[in-house]
């Protein structure tokens, strides 16, 4: 069956990819990630495409050029409507990606009041008076003020994006939301009247999502969380658009290894949970004094089918680690150190991988050098089991490090198996 490309989706890395790829699929749209911006000629027989980059935390200028190829990429294909897809943390510094990419795809599609909306309410996100909560506290008391590369120091959008763009921000209260559809489609229009090109929307639970993709129906481009895409599919579905939404995903049954390069409070309980395997904590400072740690760690597996390995710190420890020897020296170095444990792995016959941490599965799949995804079968709230399209054949799973139970990486190598 050949599917007709319908929206087009530009996430900032690749488990915010898989993230949206899950909520998509789960609405009843066919569903394929790509990774990177795919070559002219790879097939694209999807309704919903997913490109995966990993732009989130670069020079923003690079994030802006990537962006716009992606978007070309698939315009070029047929999609009619355009997601950006960003953190639900709204991960970017001051001087961040969101705004300069968001404006910038804005003006590639002559658009403007453009929804900006990272809630999810199912994982604690929800946005009120264009400020961004993580369950019962502001982002800025939540942790994520101690993000190893984005710290989060204010919760209010505006306030956050307006040093990031040049046009003023726009805002859609709860009060409007609550009023439905129409009501958020009359405020985007005044907005666009203003001259505003962003407008934060409000949204706490998932009708209030649902209301503004609704009232989004023929919006060129709308950017946020995955939430953001719950009322998407419903759209194309009224239009007679969708076809049956089916999965090409195939679980592995062979070695496993779960990698954690985050360092949030979710994925270190995560590890302290972890069951099915051992664990080996990577020594960060014999990797920064050039020792051959991907030697030393297969060494230590000895053909274990289970294991975990290891970098997350606790943010004292990360602020001493970055006082030493530099933030950008410390994440290349574990990103690298992961990316070459990944690739060894695999050669030696692991098929089924789970990475914890946003950037560090960026470095992974790109060192696999894979180039695209059937969607699976929902792990976590934001984290579906993923299979890969062509070689090597993979079964994957990308956690956001926020994201996910206390179980889950014992409940993701299940989700994974045949």
Known sequence: MTHELLLGCIADDFTGASDLANTLAGEGMCTTQYIDIPQDDQPCDCEAAV?????????????????LQALRWLRARGASQFLFKYCSTFDSTPAGNIGPVAEALAKELNTSAVVVCPAFPTTGRTVYQGHLFVFDKLLNESGLENHPLNPMTDADLRRWLSPQTTQPIGHIAQAVVNEGAAAIKRALAQAADRGETLVVVDATDDQDLRSIGKACINAKLLTGGSGIALGLPDNFKQQGKLGNGSSGFEPQNGN??????????????QIKAYTQGPQIELDVEALLKGEDCVTDVMGKLAGDKTALIFSSADPATVKQLQASHGADVVAHAVEGFFARLAATLVDHGTNRLVVAGGETSGAVISALKLNAFNIGPEIDPGVPALSTIGKPSLAVALKSGNFGSLDFFNKALQALSI
């Open 51 to 67: 490109i995966a980059l990993k732009s989130r935390s670069i020079d923003a200028t690079e994030a802006v050029e990537q962006s």
């Open 256 to 269: 496993a290894v779960i990698l954690c390069g985050s360092c949030s409070e979710t994925t270190r309980a």
